[in-house]
């Protein structure tokens, strides 16, 4: 992706064109080998770093003037700091191979046009004082580039995340495998979540076909053209998150103990079906592999003209099981024919709700979020507006607890 990018930005092909050592690597531009002078008047070369600023895959004007440094603070030719670039002075680490030792500020009257202008700038700055040691000490490297292999789970960079300064977090996410059971409404929206994430691979699992009420309990606006080809769920989903996320795998069927191997390797699964039966086999399938999953459920009822019920959101890993039985929680049984959920009734709200929260706890399973409840099961009453959190473990908190 680094080279494609580069190829389709004029600014970037200069940078490259004009000999500049430049790399994009997790959603930021570097241009490597900046020659500086240290304390000692000795001439190091260190990196600078920026996040991009994208649409799509074209750079826009970018959305600071501040850049980053990975060395030490450069010195001008004497060996005293050169003090109009100093900003910040703290390590960061700006994703899971990217590290910054301090940041700088110079901003024009009229700020950075674009990225080269940006990092030319800088590079100036810093390597004059090196060349006015040794005129030798070049910023322009001209270095042999060798053709890469784009291994990104993203067809476009994830700006999101290099903007927010984030990537070492969102690194934790980077799992080989995660399961979608079942693509109605609560499935649909975990899918929106999870596609905008760095896992390796998404499993989607659905015999069902995607109809009109599916439209209109599911993320996006669907053309009717679509619903009258009456596709397949897990057809459809992959055909619209493909244009985000490369890794998506789609089974159309439902599951029974003959076919659960469709589970196995995977790191985490979401179990999103309304069946009693068909979700005893699963759960029974990912607790024998010792797989994480969470399962969520929704009971609404339509009483004196309003609708009230609760959602459910229970989370199981080697921290609980065993201490509860799963039937305790999830409903095992024959489903119940005067569910209103299970007449189709328009709940895109309480869908997107219930999916947040699961992946909101799948992200603070693997570490991207703080969680020091460790509950492993939530339930939003509608009509109180409550969220009650229970299977807390006290051990998992700390003596605090």
């Known amino acids: 992706m680094s080279h494609r990018l580069i190829n389709l930005n004029p600014e970037l092909k200069k940078l490259r064109d004009e000999g500049y050592d430049v790399e994009i690597r997790e959603n930021h531009l570097l241009v490597k080998d900046v020659p500086y002078v240290d304390k000692s008047r000795t001439i190091q070369r ?22 980053y440094f990975d060395g030490m603070h450069p010195c001008n030719a004497d060996g005293i700091e050169i003090e109009a670039l100093r900003h910040q ?7 899971k191979s990217l590290v910054a030792q301090r940041s700088f500020s110079h901003k024009p009257s009229s700020g950075y ?19 006015a040691l040794d005129p030798s000490f070049k910023v322009r490297t001209f270095p042999p580039y060798e053709q890469e292999e784009d291994d990104s789970v993203f067809t ?17 996410l980077e799992l080989g495998g995660i399961g979608i059971v079942g693509l109605g409404g609560s499935g649909s929206y975990i899918l929106d979540l999870v596609a905008k994430t760095p896992v390796r691979k998404i499993v989607l699992i659905d015999g069902d076909k995607f109809s009109t009420h599916n439209a209109f309990r599911s993320p ?22 493909s244009k985000l996320h490369r890794n998506i795998i789609a089974h159309p069927c439902f599951l029974y103990e003959s076919n659960t191997d469709l589970l196995d390797g995977l790191d985490f699964v979401f179990v999103c079906v309304d069946s009693g039966p068909a979700r ?23 009483v ?14 080697q921290g609980n099981q065993g201490k509860t039985e799963p039937g305790a929680r999830m409903n095992f049984g024959i489903d119940v024919g005067d569910d209103i959920y299970a007449t189709n009734v328009q709940t895109a709200d309480l869908n997107a709700f219930l999916a947040v929260q699961a992946v909101i706890k799948w992200k603070k399973h693997f570490g991207f ?15 109180g507006g409550a969220l009650i959190h229970e299977d807390e473990y006290a051990e998992a908190r700390g003596p605090e607890a």
Do not use: W
């Open 46 to 67: 260190g990196v600078l770093i920026t996040p991009l600023t994208l649409a799509g895959d074209k750079t826009l004007r970018p959305g600071s003037h501040v850049v």
């Open 89 to 95: 002075s703290t390590p960061q680490k700006l994703g």
């Open 113 to 131: 046009p674009d990225h080269y202008s940006k990092m030319t700038t800088y590079a100036a700055i810093i390597s004059h004082q090196a060349q």
């Open 156 to 172: 476009y960079l994830d700006t999101a995340t290099s903007r927010a300064g984030i990537g070492n977090v969102t690194a934790k």
């Open 220 to 241: 996006g606006a669907h053309q009717i053209e679509k619903l009258r080809e009456a596709p397949l769920k897990v057809d459809y989903f992959k055909d619209q998150y």
């Open 280 to 302: 005893k086999v699963i759960v029974e399938k990912l607790e024998s592999a010792c797989t994480p999953f969470i399962d969520v459920g929704m009971g609404i009822n339509l």
């Open 304 to 317: 004196n003209d309003t609708l009230i019920g609760q959602l459910r959101v229970t989370t199981r890993t």
């Open 369 to 383: 979020y703080c969680d020091h409840r460790k509950e492993h099961h939530t339930q939003y009453l509608l009509e």
